[in-house]
């Protein structure tokens, strides 16, 4: 089953909930789990944050494992997905193909701006123009708002991704959303993530083969070359390497501390 959520762009945004976990507890954790297993993680954030927390996809590659996993772990928790409304045709073509074969509850969060209303009150192909305001409109902003009433989500980044992920940790807090994070393939391979596809013989998306390793809208993605890293097709030819969801209010990436 998929849902539809879609945001009023006039709501202002949610202050995030109190930090109860501190920087003590969470060294704590990624100490315990960092040798531990992806199962091993979602074991304990599940049993820990019950019903509010959430899983997040873009339908890429990892998406597909922690998917997988958590619908063995705990049939119909809540998977969720920024729609944009400039996903590639393959990906929403997944989207349904997943949403048939594993017992999840999907969730479609829209920022309730029309393609053409944004053209209209911001200029046409703001995604070239200015496309940090572009994902903060489209994606983190509707991720603020979806996260608001939630006490954890997970992520599928992986260290070995992009220098900026490099030194993910596998527990944080959220401080821009006010809320738990959860990583449990930080430390996977990409060749871990694709043995366990293959073994698992999971459906994936078809462009992956076709030289698109990490995969977000259309007008933003394009084939990686030979020798570039998996997230270099992204936002091609502007200093941008991020959307925004995962980045803290302090403009950096989220590190592991102690």
């Not at 590659?61 to 393959?90: A, C, K, N």
Request: aromatic fraction near 8%; charged fraction near 25%.
């Amino acid at each position: 089953m998929i849902s539809t959520i879609k945001l009023d762009q006039n709501q202002p945004l949610k202050p995030p909930f109190t930090n109860s976990w501190f920087p003590a507890n969470l060294a704590g954790l990624n100490c315990r789990f960092e040798p531990q297993s992806p199962t091993d993680l979602l074991r304990w954030g599940l049993a820990a944050l019950g019903e509010d927390v959430v899983l997040a996809t873009g339908f890429g590659l990892s998406g597909i494992v922690l998917m997988h996993l958590v619908s063995q772990i705990r049939p119909g928790t809540t998977v969720f997905y920024l729609q944009t409304d400039l996903h590639f045709d393959e990906t929403m073509a997944l989207k349904e193909r997943l949403a048939r074969l594993l017992p999840l509850r999907f969730e479609e969060v829209h920022s309730g701006l029309s393609l053409s209303d944004q053209a209209g009150r911001y200029g046409p192909e703001l995604w070239r123009s200015d496309p940090d305001f572009c994902c903060r409109l489209r994606k983190v902003n509707p991720l603020h708002a979806y996260l608001a009433d939630k006490r954890g989500w997970i992520t599928g980044i992986r260290r070995d991704q992009s220098p900026s992920r490099a030194h993910s940790p596998k527990i944080s807090w959220d401080q821009a959303n006010g809320l738990l994070k959860l990583v449990p393939l930080a430390d996977w391979s990409r060749q871990n993530v694709d043995d366990y596809i293959r073994r698992h013989n999971l459906p994936y998306n078809p462009l992956h083969d076709r030289g698109y390793p990490s995969i977000g809208c259309t007008v933003c993605t394009r084939k990686v070359k030979k020798g570039e890293s998996e997230r270099a097709g992204r936002w091609a030819g502007v200093s941008k390497t991020e959307c925004g969801i995962h980045i803290q209010p302090d403009g950096t990436i989220k590190r592991v501390t102690a």
